[in-house]
């Protein structure tokens, strides 16, 4: 049996971190990195401005300030603001709802939502239950079927990016 007294061992793992410690990075070598970092970035910015499925109506894909926090598969439901920094942005996706549904039509807020290029989400997973209640609500009223609505809801209702549909309701989409 070996015996070890406490500061030996504390020694022992001093001196290890000592000799594993790294030497400052060479300051060429981190103005080098830097370099490559912001390059990268740039050209992320640049794909994004420069995207093929820019809509020629408006500005579909966006380099903005990044947010405090993007809430998943429920995306932003206002633009954030556009910026020309390189760091601390994303490249923003304009998704809007489109639905000749008169019972979707009725919830403005609904139409658009902001994504990140590179997310997944659900087409129309921003409907809320209080949402689907109300529609409900406005089909009972009208002596409408609500099962049968229910059950056809998701070809009525489709996410489009800028002129182009990319799924109907339900269906998962990632953006790219």
Known sequence: ????SMKKILSSVVVLLLVAAPA???PDLQALEQARLD???N???NACENH???SPFGNTYTWAVMPDQMPPYHGLETAQPQTAELWNAFCQVRVTLHS???FIRQFPELAVRYFELGEHFICGGWMTHEHMEKIEGLIKERGGNVEEWFH?????IQCMIGTRTVGTYGDMIYLQ
Do not use: N, W
């Open 1 to 4: 049996m070996v015996y070890c």
């Open 24 to 26: 400052a990075a060479d």
């Open 100 to 102: 000749d549904d008169e």
């Open 43 to 45: 050209d992320k910015k």
């Open 152 to 156: 056809t809801i998701g070809p009525r």
């Open 39 to 41: 390059r990268a970035q």
């Open 52 to 54: 093929p499925g820019q």
